[in-house]
């Protein structure tokens, strides 16, 4: 009756309280089909955080997705998001180690270009006095 409706999935999800997944795997159950229009084709959006998560944060993630892949009866899906989080840690891990080591060169870079700013200022005055002596 919703499909006949013309429905969208994410509306027939919204009203069942469903999740979208579950909805297209009954459609296919039933042995449905769903056309899918190509405006309604959109990639994944992300509200990008403020701040990054801390190292602590990001392994307490990996925590519990740690214990709960110890749990018995995980279905594919859940075992497919541990192991998105698993390999999103590891990328997170990789990529904060990056970033911290250039956050530090960064920083010896302005202290160095500091100090030859000062080196070239004492030099240049010194060349002055020589030249006015």
Excluded: C, F, W
Aim: glycine share 4%; proline share 2%.
């Amino acid at each position: 009756m919703l499909l006949k409706s013309r429905k969208s999935v994410k509306t027939i999800a919204a009203e069942l309280d469903k999740s979208e997944e579950a909805i297209i795997k009954k459609i296919h159950r039933l042995g449905l089909e769903v056309v899918v229009s190509a405006r309604s084709l959109k990639t994944t959006t992300l509200d990008l955080p403020k701040e990054l998560p801390s190292i602590e944060e990001a392994l307490k993630i990996l925590a519990a997705a740690l214990e709960k892949s110890g749990q018995g009866g995980l279905n594919k899906v859940e075992i497919q998001r541990l192991q998105i989080v698993a390999t999103l840690s590891r990328t997170y891990k990789d990529l904060l180690a990056d970033y911290i080591n250039y956050r530090e060169i960064e920083a010896k870079l302005v202290e160095m270009e500091a100090k030859y700013a000062a080196l070239l200022k004492k030099s240049q005055g010194n060349a002055a006095k020589r030249d006015s002596a």
